[in-house]
């Protein structure tokens, strides 16, 4: 069964810190990865998608990793502002399942002025 | 380019009704992925589609719901017969056809069961 897990589930941080967000998965056959952010009550924003050929996709201020034989993705956010606030998602699709999306937990992001 | 969209975006149904969503995947977007959000809990797959075809339905429950993307139109969530356990966010996406599959969403159908 692929499980993703998602560390820490809540991180508040001061306006202009860079951060650290975990996702980890027990499947390693992945076929890519995605981050997305979500805002209370709306739907999902793609973020970053990294294909499994690759190691890291940049955008902005946002840098996500992939290292598949250790089974974990990293997203850095540099410089973050409050408007960063926000549930923070990685879900993957893999195996024989390369069109469905496993989702970890999120990791809830506040960060305060 | 519209993004995916959904309607209702809100949808109020009694015990025993029947619920349809409706998705319309972004211009050029041959696939399709329905996703349910329950309270408190994470995002589950529930189907994917593509035209006139379900490729993945292993997240779909046994009973009263089923999915379609017919060669006109949107694609459909129908939930027959609502309980309130089925009370939930149910969020839709699609994907172009090409390397990579990136899905994009769109902003959900909040399902209340009264």
């Known amino acids: 069964k692929q499980e993703v897990t998602q560390i820490p589930a809540a991180l508040s941080v001061p306006e202009g810190e860079n951060l650290v967000l975990n996702c980890s998965f027990t499947?390693?056959?992945?076929?890519?990865l995605q981050w997305f952010r979500q805002d209370p009550g709306k739907g999902l924003t793609s973020l970053l998608l990294i294909q499994s050929s690759q190691r890291e996709q940049t955008s902005g201020r946002l840098n996500a990793s992939l290292d598949k034989s250790s089974g974990r993705s990293t997203l850095y956010i540099a410089a973050s502002q409050p408007g960063d606030s926000a549930t923070y998602l990685c879900?993957?699709?893999?195996?024989?399942?390369?069109?469905?999306?496993?989702f970890g937990q999120g990791t809830i992001l506040t960060v305060h002025p | 380019n519209a993004g995916v969209m959904q309607n209702p975006r809100h949808l109020v149904r009694r015990r025993g009704q029947e619920a349809r969503l409706r998705c319309s995947p972004m211009k050029g977007h041959s696939h399709v992925y329905w996703y349910r959000q329950l309270p408190e809990e994470g995002l589950k797959f529930m189907v994917y589609l593509q035209k006139e075809n379900i490729i993945d339905e292993s997240g779909m429950p046994k009973e009263r719901f089923s999915a379609e993307f017919p060669k006109e139109g949107p694609s459909i969530l129908r939930i027959q017969q609502v309980v309130r356990g089925d009370s939930a966010a149910y969020f839709c996406a699609s994907s172009p056809l090409r390397q990579g599959y990136e899905q994009y969403f769109g902003p959900g159908t909040r399902l209340t069961v009264t």
């Open positions: 879900a993957f699709t893999g195996g024989t399942s390369y069109g469905k999306l496993t």
């Open positions: 499947d390693s056959a992945i076929y890519n």
